[in-house]
């Protein structure tokens, strides 16, 4: 089969970058398949080989630091190395985290806000579809499906709920017609009618969009829900950068409350499990993850979770509940 090329390198071969192989991987499978390969390849040089060089030689363990400043939304950044990009969403990626083990008489605990930015979004946009499905402890996904196309929820396939679920965490980023077409490896036409008949389903999610982008563009920041502002200085930029800043200005209020709740639940963390055989080990984005006794597993978990549910109170008031999942395990991939 005969697939089109992209621009040509020095050499007068055609170059293989991501974003061509991930439109080209919509159309046939053999791209798909060398952009798998390559994934295995950057597991191995990024993590297996080179995490090994950061044992710390007395601890046997290794040790990230964090930086306040790090993201521009507020998120706590991991360096030196990065533990907060060690791979989750695939089989071969959390095959990394089995080798980041408890000491011997401990588990690891990792407790996880649920889906925290579509609860955040849902708040923020005022959609009262998907505040009902968070308070009813709907699945979010299989309920946007069913709203989108009008598929009942006991008739919901796994293929709808994955394009739902694509969809959803993508219009969080803003994503285009191009870009879900090669998350789901559709055609991309298809992928932008998925796109269009979710802002039929939920218009309000339209608004919060041009609203945000109308408010950056007048002030030069957004705001979170507690107040904090996140500049936006690019967002009158023109040319390639425009729509970038666009959707980095989208995303800032909904990914910086995330950030605000989840460092107002480790400044209260120490002082609920000061009498726990327990230290709070990383933070990764949305996760906390803890070291306990086996004895105390239960309790830590139960202290936690109340923390980290209740971390926006009293500062704001969330429409729909914090959801945290916890898992526990021998090792990190068991445990989350």
Known sequence: MWLPGGKKGKTGKYSTPADVLEDLATEHEMPGKVLDWRQLQKLKSTYTDALQDHINPDTWRVHTSYSIAGANTGRLASTDPNLQNIPVRTEDGRRIREAFVATEGHTLVSLDYSQIELRILAHIADIDALKEAFRDGQDIHAATASEMFNVPLEEMTP?????????????????????LARNLRIPRDEAQGFIDRYFERFPGIRTYMDDTVAFAKEHGHVQTLFGRKINTPEINNKGPHAGFAKRAAINAPIQGTAADVIRRAMIRMPAAIEKLPAKMLLQVHDELLFEVEDKAVDELISTARDVMENAANPAVHLDVPLVVDAGQGAHWAEAH
């Not at 965490?169 to 803003?174: D, L, N």
């Open 159 to 179: 293929e709808v709920r994955r394009q739902a679920k694509a969809i959803n965490f993508g219009v969080i980023y803003g994503i285009s017609g191009f870009g």
